[in-house]
């Protein structure tokens, strides 16, 4: 028998590092994000006019289905070599666990959540980012540079933040977080969850691995040492990013989101 997880996470919190991570092993299958609009594979559920399943059954196929299984090893497989990185392809038969990764925002606008609250043998990896100003800068740069995870080193340039946008941009973002933390009390009867924070886990290499052993073993695989290629895009202080730091400073100075700028 396949367990079955599911990172549940939202924009800009590491979910990519994690899923590659997951990856690595090789007793896991993690295929990503398959609720977001942009993904090829929700692409075609949603455009098929002919295509008999729900959205419910869209979800289930990633979990079930031998042939959705093959066809993303295929398409794996021709990426790594189009990439000229080694194949690291997958026999269902030696896997342990399959899971997907998800924005909560999507699984709230797709309308799926039950789906998941019917589902108690799905594993949940809770990761999230406490630092909703990072988040919000992280977004910035992510839409100046189309780069949403890299191998590479990525030149960055500082930007200027428009203050009302991005004061909304926060509100929105405590509002999410709200709703995220509610369906995860819903979540916690039933299931199994590992809470990981961000800024516990990227804290230092050490960390970074320490963790990776423990979601291996929240999985129920054999602990290894795994740790993913992925670069931090960003540096490490605000005042490097952003253009008009001082303005910057100022907007935040008195708020909630004052803690925030380290």
Known sequence: MINRHVILTSGRSGSNYLSNVLNLHPQIVNYGEVLASMIVPYKLFDKCKLCPWTKEQYLEAFYSSRTVFYAAQLYSAYSHLRKKKPVNFKWRGRIKSIGTKDFFLNVKRKQVENFYLSQPDI????????????????????????????????????????????????????????????????????????????????????????????????????????????????????????????????????????????
């Open 123 to 262: 594993a949940v990896i809770h990761l999230y980012r406490e630092n909703l100003l990072r988040r919000y800068l992280s977004g910035v740069f992510l839409r100046n540079t189309k780069v949403a995870a890299t191998e590479a080193k990525v030149s960055i340039e500082k930007v200027t933040i428009e203050i009302g946008p991005m004061m909304s941009y926060l509100e929105n973002l405590e509002r999410e977080l709200a709703d995220e933390n509610k369906f995860l009390t819903e979540l916690n009867k039933q299931h199994r969850i590992f809470h990981l924070r961000y800024e516990d886990y990227f804290a230092s290499d050490s960390s970074i691995l320490s963790y990776n052993r423990q979601i291996f073993e929240f999985l129920g695989v054999e602990p290894m040492a795994a740790q993913s290629r992925h670069q931090k895009i960003l540096p490490q202080a605000i005042s490097e990013m952003v253009a008009n730091y001082d303005e910057f400073c100022t907007s935040l100075a008195n708020t909630k989101y004052q803690q925030y700028n380290e």
